[in-house]
């Protein structure tokens, strides 16, 4: 019996000794964080109390076990509202930060979230997860930050959701400086990263894995099981510029960019699906520089975008390359890949430059082709025929191919010999996954060199049997639901918006105007009726509304507000629909404007069926503020000093006002400078946007006082169309000056004593760089 007695004791003891030691510590402001912080060892859990914590400097400093990590939560998992100038900072070990939300703020520093104190107390073994970062963002859109900063080694984020970075920098970063942080081992896993909107220029990437001047380190860092939805900052959505990264089993989402292999080597892009929708040409894929990548088992759906977001690009390099351009791809293997209603899915020599040798320095000229390349196993299906599959910008003639074919529905194309024709059918596993069947086309799988380390599929399946090209073998599959978003990010978190109907607010004096635009919720109208009402204060958008008149009639806003003023002042968040108004000024003030300073978020601006007449500036658009879309439709601009203005962006950093300015149907007469005043400066083909479309319009007396005898300025835009204009009577010397090298054409336009519209095909830019 006292055997028994004692057998039972040490049981009990072994018991006790294997549970983790929690000692929970409810704080309720920052004076008891920081004493449970100084004093918190393994096992405690500090717990924060629900509630906004405002203002608050997290710094997160100790040293947890393996088995008994000091953690840092929310009282209830997104109940904690971490707002105002705030920041987390982690010094120490096996530390763990879960269910806090961070809105409405910014960071005072450079770093939301940063897995060190300072440079020389970084962290190890550390974690965030199931927390929320939206919308937390610098005041000015140059303030450059990071939401989370990786220093140290052994970290991890996941199960989280990031969405909504407006200003410059990466929304995550793994940083490389020191050798304290190289071999890092990273994990980026199971997070969603929501919509990022365009940012306007270079320096808006969802994952930035280090930089151009840490490029030959190994990094090792993992991300996998991600959804990427809309990442549209820029052309890049994940730049890795390290060694031995994995990025492995993500869904790329609608995003307008690519998966970059930006510098450093031997990355693996491994089971990704990349979706797109077969009409936007943004959305991308991968696009590969430098040496030893593998990119194989991937899917890719409709993605239709050329050259930089083509489904697969390979670049050109520089010979001899800097660190911070574009070094010469090698050794690359692309396998197992399988396109489904892509155009032309393949592009080598991407970059290719050799035409703007005159401009350039001879330090910039992409000349480099690649060379020891293989493609192979991989399989392409078109509903819709594509005559050119294979597109080489330059010649591809270092790149070996086995093994590849392609159903192009019957249609002969061009590379018959390095892609061959075959009939097969597709079976539709869901809404977006449709995989060919290929078990009964003969095609033995090419075996490469190491191919045989390549063990499973897209779906997980063994390749040691049944395998076959493409990113599937020949086993039954079944819906992985991709696009399930309970899958990813923060358990709490839903960034689903409740459908509701707009609201119509009706107004029948000036001074109960601006009431009722507060009142408004997003989407709501605002009806003007057939009024005519005299302002003079500026009015304040800050949310999404619809101005517009009933009926038939046009409603008058005479605006008498002091000079250099707006009528309506659109701030962040802003978005302004007007609709059949008639607006007037006194000559000095103007029509819209954003905000001189603390642009933290986007404005957006649609005309239509409007009068606009006597402003000093019809559109003024400040540095640092960005538009993603300006539209002026059926509508007259009459005796206005200046027009439209999107020209402050002149750091020649690639940066601009607004993504896409349209003007459509449109009368301007006697607008006497800057009627359309468009710039980016900076020669950096990765920034590839500004989108100018200036149609069916009629530009009468304009641009007098222009003094550079220019009618439309757009210098550095990209992708310019002019079509279909009459220009009378404008004493300019030029309408336009187009690039020729970029995608700016004009057609069909009538010049009546008015300059003439030239072609320029090589501006001379300032480097970047």
Known sequence: MKNSFLIFSIFLLLISCNEKSVNSILVSNKNELNEAIKNAKPGDDIVLKDGVWKDVEIKFVGKGTKDNPIVLRAETAGKVFIEGVSNLSF?????????????????????????????????????????????????????????????????????????????????????????????NFHKIVNNHFGPRPRKGGARGETIQLGSSFTSMSPSNTTIANNFFEECNGEVEIISSKTNFNEIKNNVFYKNEGSVVTRHGNYTMIDGNYFIGDGENENYGG??????????????????????????????????????????????????????????????????????QKDVLPKSEIRSARPIRTTVANNVIYNSVEDKNVIVEHDKADG????????????????????????????HKVSENIMLPKVSSVDVEPYN???????????????????NSIGATVKAAITNPNILDTSKYGASWFSNEVEKREPVIH????????????????????????????KINKSLIINKQITLSSSGDGKAEILYLGEKDTPLFSLQPYGKLNIEKVILKGNDTNYLFASLKENMSNHFGLSVSGCEISNFNYVLKAYKQSFAEEIIFSNSSITNCENGIELSEETNDRGDYNTEFLTIENCTFNNVKQNVIDYYRGGYDESTI?????????????????????????????????????????????????????????ASNNTLINSGKIKTEENLVMKLMY
């Open 286 to 355: 991968i696009r590969i520089v430098n040496t030893g990548h593998w990119i194989v088992n991937n899917y890719f759906y409709k993605i239709i975008g050329e050259n930089f977001r083509s489904p697969l690009a390979i670049m050109n390099g520089i010979p001899k390359s800097p660190l911070n351009r574009y070094n010469q791809v090698t050794d690359v293997v692309v396998a197992y890949n399988t396109y489904v209603d892509c155009k032309s899915p393949w592009q080598f020599g991407v970059g290719t430059n050799l035409a």
């Open 506 to 533: 009706k107004v029948s004096n000036a001074d109960e105007l601006q009431t009722k635009i507060d009142k408004a919720e997003n989407g709501d109208i605002i009806d003007l009726g057939f009024g005519s009402y």
């Open 91 to 183: 010094g120490g070990e096996y530390l763990t930060v879960k269910n806090l939300h961070f809105k409405n703020g910014y960071s005072p520093t450079k770093e939301v979230i940063a897995f060190r104190t300072d440079a020389k107390n970084l962290a190890s073994n550390c974690r965030v997860t199931n927390c929320a970062i939206v919308d937390f963002n610098k005041p000015e859109r140059d303030q450059d930050d990071f939401w989370v900063q990786f220093f140290g080694r052994y970290n991890q984020l996941d199960h989280c959701y990031l969405a909504g970075k407006t200003n410059g920098g990466p929304t995550v970063r793994v940083d490389l400086k020191g050798i304290e942080s190289i071999k």
């Open 399 to 426: 790149v070996l191919f086995e093994s590849n074919i392609i159903n192009n529905n019957g249609i002969s194309f061009k590379d018959s010999n390095r892609i061959k024709s075959a009939s097969f059918d597709l």
């Open 448 to 466: 490469g060199f190491d191919f045989d380390l390549i063990k499973t599929d897209l779906i997980g399946n063994s390749r040691e049997k049944n």
């Open 689 to 745: 946007g500004g989108n100018l479309l200036v149609t069916n319009s009629t530009f009468t007396n304009c641009g007098v006082k222009e003094k550079n005898k220019m009618l439309l300025n757009h210098r550095g835009i990209v992708n310019v169309n002019i079509n279909n204009n009459t220009f009378k009577n404008n004493k300019v010397q030029f309408v336009s000056i187009l690039w020729g090298a970029k995608n700016n054409v």
